[in-house]
């Protein structure tokens, strides 16, 4: 089940890399599994940001790849993340 969820983790991402989509969720996965897949397409992490209030946190991972901009972003409360190109 996890495998399945990676590939379609990747299938996300790269829908967004070739400008198919401007966002997109991520369901499954982890921000690690976004910055390794990153990497192997030859990407790197520029930033790296966290938030917290005491019950709840935000972060955010910015990208670079290919000379363009991508962020990373989800919530710890509300357990969800995606994937966008930055402008």
Known sequence: MKEEL????KKSIYEVVNGEEK???LVGVYPINVTEYIQELGGEEIE???ESNG???DF???FSLNDEAYMCAGSGYY???TFSKQT
């Open 60 to 62: 955010w991972q910015k």
């Open 23 to 25: 966002l997109v969720s």
């Open 55 to 57: 019950w709840q946190w």
């Open 48 to 50: 790296d940001l966290f």
């Open 79 to 81: 357990g969800n993340l």
């Open 6 to 9: 990676i590939i379609e983790m």
